[in-house]
């Protein structure tokens, strides 16, 4: 049986998960605000923390035992899934550390975006949100630093790392659901365009985003 997969449409926190698990060959529904009626309900009734809970929710093929929280999964299923003969979680100790600083890193670099949500104006949000790519702005910062760090990396090794990188890096690429974001936000940072086209054109993410319309941003650059 497949494994199920609650989120929303948009890619954001549960893009990395969706990805692993078809770099992994893992069979997995999809299921969205878009295509189930009670997802609201089976949100609450799933999760873990109840009401409190939140999606990304993966539900198990045994159909009884379901995580949270978006990280957690997307390390749990890199430990079951494997790429090219290597599980996209490393069992080095110190590979492991690098993937897990390559999210934290992506991670860092996403968060400021948060904030935004909750201004309800929409020419001031929109405003906001362009603002944390000027130079020394918080999101702008982090790019930079996620630009270093990229430059360092072989882009060989297909792990949770380059997957949440990759991922983090297209949650603001045009077309976004996140309104004001500069649409050449990206286009100085030389390595984030490298590791882009490398990750991009792997054979299954590739093959993966070919027919998804929503999803120009993760396909291989012109």
Avoid at 136 to 165: C, E, F, H, R, S
Avoid at 168 to 173: A, E, G, K, S, T
Avoid at 183 to 188: G, I, S, T, W
Wanted: proline share 7%.
């Amino acid at each position: 049986m497949p494994y199920e997969l609650l989120y929303f449409s948009v890619s954001a926190l549960g893009e990395p998960i969706r990805l692993a698990l078809t770099l992994g060959d893992l069979e997995f529904t999809n299921t969205t605000t878009k295509n189930c009626e009670t997802f609201a309900e089976r949100k609450v009734a799933l999760s873990p923390y109840g009401d409190a809970g939140q999606v990304p929710l993966l539900i198990l093929p045994d159909k009884k035992t379901v995580l949270c929280q978006s990280r957690s999964i997307l390390r749990y299923v890199g430990k079951i899934a494997t790429h090219d003969g290597a599980p996209l979680y490393p069992t080095d100790p110190y590979a492991a550390y690098a993937a897990d600083a390559l999210v934290d890193l992506a991670e860092d670099m996403r968060a400021p975006i948060n904030a935004t949500f909750a201004i309800e104006d929409q020419a001031e949000k929109e405003a906001a949100r362009a603002a944390l790519f000027e130079p020394g702005a918080k999101i702008a910062k982090w790019l930079a630093v996620l630009d270093a760090q990229l430059g360092k990396d072989p882009m060989t090794a297909v792990n949770i790392g380059n997957i949440y990188a990759f991922c983090m890096v297209n949650l603001f690429r045009q077309p976004t659901f996140l309104d004001g974001i500069p649409p050449d936000f990206a286009v100085k940072y030389e390595n984030i365009t490298k590791h882009h086209n490398w990750f991009a054109n792997l054979p299954k993410v590739k093959a993966y985003y070919a027919a998804k319309e929503d999803r120009d941003g993760f396909k291989p650059l012109a």
